[in-house]
């Protein structure tokens, strides 16, 4: 039985609509490592495998793990050079201290208990190791915001918000840095830097409805609309997007990125 709140439906979308954009991020993380030699590394979180592979262009040696197995499949498919593994973040398959550095780009709002998950990367991570994690920090932008119009003409508020607070429940908490810096420093990991980077992505039309269809409110709308609900309103949604904005769209997307060390 299919359950809209995981990736798996729509993991050949996430790879082809967003992989080589969210890779911009990873790198971002990666760098901000500032590891003195080649390491190994655990992506946590890693879907498709996006961040490992950024990890391995820059000279290290990368784990993958993620808790969806549509997700690695793809992962499998198109970086089949990776070690990718299902595990989830609060029970991993790993010994104490055997990874240099830990990075999660764009995961820390989908954990449930944030702590157990924080408590689990640091018990994988070496002393003094490194640990790298990127949240969404911006609000509604315009096309954000045409997007819940359309969808609230067919889901009601009052139905959506405790399914999206079920499918990312830190999403509004780690969109701001200083609770960012908080829940890692409540963890126990020290010297905590973070900062807001804004990327620009230009997407097709198209391409940047379909991956709408990705995030958590576009996988609870399809599952309640069905197949030919979704496909009827995403036609709607596509007309009005057409008239409100030119094609390509020039998305600006602010993200926290934050690194710490284990003491």
Do not use: C
Not at 36 to 64: F, K, M, Y
Not at 237 to 254: G, I, S
């Amino acid at each position: 039985m299919n359950d809209w709140r995981t990736y798996d439906d729509v993991a050949e979308t996430y790879e082809r609509v967003h992989a080589t954009r969210f890779a911009e991020v990873a790198r971002d993380l990666v760098e901000r490592l500032e590891l003195s030699a080649p390491g190994r590394i655990l992506d946590l979180g890693t879907g498709t495998g996006i961040a490992a592979e950024v990890a391995a262009a820059a000279g290290h040696d990368p784990v993958g793990v993620d808790e969806s197995p549509g997700m690695l499949a793809v992962g499998h498919r198109v970086r089949p050079q990776l070690p990718l593994v299902a595990a989830t973040a609060i029970d991993l398959p790993a010994r104490d201290g055997v990874f240099d550095a830990v990075v999660g780009n764009l995961v820390l709002a989908h954990f449930t208990k944030v702590d157990t998950a924080l408590f689990e990367a640091m018990r994988v991570l070496r002393p003094a190791g490194r640990i790298a994690f990127s949240s969404w920090a911006d609000g509604l932008d315009e096309y954000q915001l045409a997007w819940r119009e359309q969808i609230d003409t067919v889901v009601p508020r009052e139905m959506l918000a405790p399914a999206f607070a079920e499918a990312a429940p830190g999403h509004d908490r780690f969109r701001d840095r200083e609770r960012v810096e908080e829940v890692l420093l409540d963890a126990g990991l020290r010297h905590v830097r973070t900062e807001t980077v804004q990327y620009r992505w230009v997407y097709g039309l198209d391409e940047y409805l379909d991956g709408l269809g990705v995030w958590a409110i576009g996988r609870f709308v399809r599952d309640m609309l069905g197949p030919q609900g979704w496909t009827s309103f995403m036609a709607r949604t596509r007309e009005v997007f057409a008239a409100r904005f030119a094609d390509p769209l020039n998305d600006l997307r602010e993200v926290v990125l934050a690194v710490a060390t284990k003491p």
